[in-house]
């Protein structure tokens, strides 16, 4: 009896387990990817202008459509983005190009940028001005284009100014002088036509970079100053030429030089990585004598800040590190751009330079620099960087105002100066470098005297001259406005 029972219970759950069995559904077979495409081998796009890419997959049931964007060769001419919107950036081609998730199929589409042009685009653009002279001190000036036809799709213009450190324009065409030099202003036009006007743009003059700043260290009017710009061809480290350009005078001075002694000319003297905040101003009586203007404070009483001393007095340091911050943050660059041994520089922008002296384009010179500087107006091909000592050009000391620079023997201010008088004023030469020589207390500088020509290292509480730089070179055929 009880096997009968055992044997009915069994049949009765095994009836229910196929019953449920019957209810589900069969799962499908996987269907993988065999290939991938786009929907034509090469597209065009107008350039600006955006276009849809389309993949499609072999076979169309694939169990797993994801894919991501495997490449594109060439970004600049077109870019795309993850839902596959192309846009056209400038002419050209390139091939972009996805891989599947599934069976890493690959699928490549050549991309073409053409010219976009609107229905009816700009024939002629005409400026009322083709040129214009600045003096760097002058208003801005305003360029009026005038556009053909009048009823042009895209009547609007785009303008540029193909070297910012001479002038700027304004989306309107308000030109604004900036800085010594020749450059062309572009109106273009954005209707894909390609057409453009030029307006060629001269200004004389390079303005020191406090010359707007209100009160304070220019109470005086100390840095009412404006001045020119100097080229020279160099060797660099390859053996080929090329160009420098300087400022015509030492920061600070008055006047181009006559002599090596015009200490007129000699400007100001300043501590190392430290900004044009006053300390640095010299009255000059005669060419040994000079005076900080602004006195000096107690020695070893450093700043605690490289950014900002918060004073306008020159800090003498007599105990090692001779260094006038004791703010070690900013050691590397000092915050004039310059790189730790390194004959690089930082990018000439606000965040690197922000204690630079220099004119707006314009910075202190690296070691490397000077190096090659020295080597071109004296002839000394042997001259290094922390190498060469008591070497000599042929022509003697004035051999440095000789040169297109009218370098002077303008001094300096000693770390440990108890009074703020400047020393050896008509008998040597010194100009600081932004190179740090180490993270510590010294850094290059390019000095000269009868008995001596080097780039050699020192503590940075002394006080020298600074030669600027200009950042990006201008072209020997622009210094002739």
């Not at 001190?137 to 799709?153: I, N, Q």
């Not at 030429?241 to 015009?262: E, H, I, K, M």
């Amino acid at each position: 009896m009880k096997r009968t029972v055992y044997s009915l219970l069994l049949g009765a759950f095994v009836a229910v387990l196929n019953g449920c069995m019957d209810k589900e559904p069969t799962p499908p077979n996987f269907v993988h990817v065999e290939s991938v495409g786009f929907q034509a081998a090469a597209v065009t796009v107008e350039q600006t202008q955006t276009l849809q890419l389309e993949v499609t997959f072999v076979p169309e049931n694939a169990g797993n459509k994801g894919y991501i964007w495997h490449n594109n060769t060439d970004p600049a001419v077109a870019s795309v983005n993850s839902d596959g919107l192309v846009k056209g950036l400038q002419l050209g081609k390139t091939t972009i190009s996805i891989q599947t998730n599934d069976m890493r199929r690959i699928a490549y589409v050549e991309v073409t940028v053409v010219p976009y042009v609107v229905p009816n685009p700009i024939q002629s653009i005409t400026l009322d001005n083709s040129s214009h002279a600045f003096t760097v001190l002058d208003a801005p000036f305003t360029v009026t284009a005038t556009v053909l036809p009048a009823d042009a799709t895209i009547p609007d213009l785009e303008w540029e100014s193909a070297d910012e450190y001479i002038a700027t324009v304004s989306p309107t065409g308000e030109i604004t002088p900036v800085g010594y030099g020749k450059c062309n202003i572009y109106a273009r036009a954005v209707d894909g036509s390609n057409k453009f006007a030029v307006c060629v743009v001269s200004v004389d003059g390079v303005k020191d970079r406090n010359y707007d700043v209100a009160g304070g260290i220019n109470a005086a009017n100390y840095y009412k100053k404006t001045y020119k710009a100097v080229n020279i061809t160099v060797k660099n480290d390859n053996g080929d030429d090329v160009v420098q350009t300087w400022l015509d005078r030492n920061l600070g001075a008055g006047s181009v030089a006559t002599s090596l002694t015009d200490y007129q000319a000699y400007g100001s003297l300043f501590q190392w990585s430290r900004k044009a905040d006053g300390h640095e101003q010299v009255s000059w009586t005669t060419s040994t004598a000079g005076m900080l203007v602004n006195g000096i404070t107690t020695a070893g009483d450093k700043s605690s800040s490289r950014l900002d001393a918060g004073h306008s007095k020159f800090i003498p340091v007599t105990a090692s590190p001779y260094d006038w911050a004791s703010d070690p943050s900013s050691a590397n660059n000092g915050l004039w751009g310059g790189v730790l041994l390194s004959a690089s520089h930082m990018p000439l922008d606000d965040e690197t330079n922000a204690n630079n002296p220099c004119p707006v384009g314009y910075r202190v010179p690296t070691a490397k620099e000077f190096e090659a500087m020295g080597r071109a107006i004296t002839g000394v091909s042997g001259l290094t960087v922390g190498g060469v000592t008591n070497v000599l050009p042929s022509g003697g000391i004035n051999t440095y105002f000789n040169s297109p620079l009218k370098l002077v023997a303008s001094g300096y201010v000693a770390n440990n100066t108890s009074t703020g008088a400047t020393e050896q004023g008509g008998d040597r030469g010194i100009y600081w470098a932004s190179t740090p020589q180490d993270a510590a207390s010294n850094s290059y500088r390019f000095m000269f005297f009868s008995t001596y020509l080097g780039v050699s290292n020192w503590y940075r509480a002394f006080g020298y001259a600074i030669r600027c730089i200009r950042d990006t070179p201008l072209d020997t055929d622009d210094l002739t406005l």
